[in-house]
């Protein structure tokens, strides 16, 4: 079956720096790749997806990039600000079967 | 519109006892399922359900039942709770199995002693 891993853990930076954060994938059939947050106390929420017949896909601060190839996606986060300190969540799923979900990272934006 | 609705938020359970986890969604999804969450693993899926009357089981089953009588609820219980089932549980729901969006609800954290 899948098996989706995240890095990093964790991940500290300073208000107005990018993050990014990777993961990779095992099955090669997999085509929807969200990535969600989650704030202290909260279920997680959709911020991004993206398909895999796409290679990037943007959403004002925030992208996604896919290497189907390398069997690896990122989210990138441009001009952090405290309130994107949150744990964030890949995942990917193909047709028929259930979301895979990565560890998570522990992202810290430091003012 | 209130999304998926989880109750409680808190529970503390004795070791033996059981209990049950609601959730109800309002947003007419067909896929519902449970995840738990632990520190370092991520969100690992207990039970789901593709539609009223169907259920299956996730990765992480032992331990728990599900129901699904109606489109809106998908109750989660616990039949004999032990000291391993202390998490935080999440219920989700969306439109499709994969593919779609999970809107989650603010889960429940369970501590089992």
């Known amino acids: 079956g899948e098996n989706v891993e995240q890095h990093p853990s964790t991940l500290s930076v300073q208000e107005g720096d990018s993050a990014v954060i990777k993961c990779t994938y095992s099955d090669s059939a997999s085509n929807y790749f969200p990535w969600y947050k989650q704030e202290l106390g909260k279920g997680p929420q959709l911020i991004i997806d993206?398909?895999?017949?796409?290679g990037e896909k943007k959403d004002q601060r925030i992208a996604v990039t896919l290497n189907k190839t390398a069997k690896h996606f990122s989210l990138h986060i441009t001009e952090t600000q405290p309130e994107d300190s949150a744990v964030y969540f890949c995942?990917?799923?193909?047709?028929?079967?259930?979301?895979?979900f990565g560890p998570g990272t522990r992202l810290s934006v430091l003012p | 519109n209130a999304g998926v609705t989880q109750t409680p938020k808190f529970q503390v359970l004795k070791t033996g006892q059981s209990m049950t986890l609601q959730c109800a969604q309002d947003?007419?999804?067909?896929?519902m399922s449970w995840y738990r969450q632990d520190p370092g693993m991520g969100l690992r899926l207990i039970h789901y359900?593709?539609?009223?009357?169907?259920?299956d089981q996730g990765e992480v089953p032992n331990g728990y039942n599900v129901s699904r009588s109606t489109t809106e609820d998908f109750p989660l219980r616990l039949l004999s709770a032990a000291p391993s089932q202390t998490s935080v549980y999440f219920c989700a729901s969306s439109l499709g199995r994969a593919g779609t969006e999970a809107f989650f609800g603010q889960g429940t954290r369970l501590t089992v002693v």
């Open positions: 993206i398909r895999s017949n796409v």
């Open positions: 995942a990917a799923s193909r047709r028929g079967q259930n979301f895979v």
């Open positions: 947003m007419n999804h067909e896929y």
């Open positions: 359900s593709v539609g009223a009357g169907i259920t």
